[in-house]
């Protein structure tokens, strides 16, 4: 693991720019994990084990110096839809069962096959999860109130179409201001993320002037605690149901992490190891699931904006799951308040 690696050459202004880049990565990760959690049909706080747990230990064990895990857009429909078919505890089986996968994969030391995927498949694929959640967000964003509840991404579509009628402008003008803030505010002032601008400006607004929009907590009850350990009730036929999809969560979340990886090295003119990071992403995402997490891999976009805040080692990382569950525990039930 690289966090052994690094400690050669570490130095206490190196330990200062990491946790610096480590908290300024759990406010960027602060909404993204509540939303990701909200696109995959699991509760809010769901989002933010996952951040904690998987954060944490695929930092510790990974084999990337600046690898920021987590929940990502990719999962989202996948986990979704395993939701609806199995339940959590068919989903906490299937994310354990893809860890052990990506560990026997690594100790196998496949995570080299990385190199052999085709550009073009990559390319599509990460562009099919684009259109997937952008379709999957258009209900929200335009404040629809659907009559059935659509798993598939054409399905969706199907049910904006049809129930336009009950548009909600109010909603549209705070979703249109939040979007406007993610593209604008980052021109002018680059050291805040737009992100938590976003979301403190639009719970103003809804809170402030008592717009008719719904909140986090309008839909689910917002839990504080600490993630609890819980073991799923695994059976043969359970794990026969499953399988299919742990095997699709463990070549993703491999894809998906290596990828990260190699954008993350020609930023930093670094080098990973592909093989530790296939381990660290196994257990922790069979820790994320042992603790009321749902499937996590590396983020390309946290992981880029760990490195441009100056992170480079395993500790901004662990740094940003720490952040994140001290936010858990004293400030989660303001989550109630975001739009």
């Not at 689910?220 to 299919?244: D, E, R």
């Not at 993703?252 to 290596?258: P, Q, V």
């Not at 922790?284 to 904006?305: D, E, K, V």
Request: charged share 10%; hydrophobic share 55%.
């Amino acid at each position: 693991p690289q966090l052994f690696l690094s400690k050669k050459q570490y130095t206490k202004e190196q330990f200062t720019k990491d946790v610096i880049s480590g908290i300024i990565v759990a406010i960027i990760a602060l909404p993204l994990s509540i939303a990701l959690a909200l696109a995959s049909g699991v509760t809010p706080e769901q989002g933010l084990y996952t951040a904690i747990i998987a954060g944490f230990v695929i930092s510790f064990l990974g084999g990337s110096k600046v690898q920021i895990a987590g929940p990502t857009a990719a999962f989202a429909t996948i986990v979704a839809g395993i939701v609806m078919k199995n339940g959590m505890e068919g989903l906490a089986t299937a994310t354990i069962l893809a860890g052990l996968i990506l560990v026997i994969m690594g100790f196998l030391r496949l995570g080299s096959l990385i190199r052999f995927i085709p550009y073009t498949i990559t390319t599509g694929f990460t562009t099919g999860i684009a259109v997937t959640i952008f379709i999957g967000q258009i209900k929200d964003f335009l404040g629809l109130t659907f009559r059935e509840s659509p798993v598939e991404t054409m399905e969706k579509l199907g049910q904006v179409i049809s129930c336009m009628d009950t548009l909600n402008l109010q909603a549209l003008a705070v979703g249109a201001v939040s979007l406007a803030i993610l593209i604008l505010w980052p021109r002018f002032f680059k050291k805040v993320p737009p992100s938590l601008i976003a979301v403190a400006a639009a719970a103003v607004l809804v809170k402030g002037m008592g717009l008719r929009v719904n909140t986090i907590g309008d839909l689910y009850t917002i839990s504080s605690g600490l993630p609890a350990f819980h073991l799923p009730n695994i059976s043969f036929s359970l794990v026969q149901k499953v399988m299919p999809d742990a095997i699709t969560i463990a070549v993703l979340a491999a894809i998906e992490s290596l990828l990260s990886c190699v954008v993350a090295d020609g930023m930093i003119g670094g080098k990973h190891n592909s093989n530790a990071e296939l381990v660290a992403q196994g257990v922790g995402n069979a820790a994320s699931a042992l603790f009321g997490g749902i499937p996590a891999t590396g983020a390309i976009a946290r992981t880029a904006a760990n490195i441009k805040n100056g992170g480079r080692s395993p500790v901004a990382g662990m740094v940003h799951a720490a952040v994140l569950l001290l936010i858990l525990v004293f400030l989660m039930p303001y989550a109630a308040l975001i739009p």
